[in-house]
């Protein structure tokens, strides 16, 4: 009898430790956010490759609890503004960071 309890509480506290892993924090996804966020990279990458306008190659993204972060070098300005509407039209995206980078010599971010 204490055997079976001992066992109780073991499965009881793994299962208590496994739940609390896959919670999400401030600074951490859980799970089932780690799948959303990827699905929704995805769909933004993917609308930003079917935009002819702009160079998805040269554009990063990545994704946190819905917000996106688009990164990389573009040719402009406008392909920048492009590309932020571009993502804000995705289903799902909460809010939009530009880090994008205009290409060329006046700009001390490309060399």
Request: charged share 20%; with cysteine; net charge positive.
């Amino acid at each position: 009898m204490k055997l079976m309890k001992e066992i109780i509480a073991l499965v009881c506290a793994g299962l208590l430790i496994s739940l609390t892993a896959c919670a999400a924090t401030e600074t951490k996804e859980s799970t089932g956010q780690y799948v959303d966020n990827s699905v929704l990279t995805a769909k933004v990458k993917t609308a930003i490759f079917n935009e002819p306008t702009l160079k998805s190659s040269e554009i990063t993204v990545e994704t946190f609890k819905g917000e996106v972060q688009l990164s990389g070098f573009v040719s402009s300005i406008a392909q920048t503004n492009k590309a932020v509407e571009v993502a804000k039209g995705v289903p799902g995206v909460t809010s939009v960071k530009n880090d994008m980078r205009v290409k060329g010599s006046n700009n001390p971010f490309y060399k």
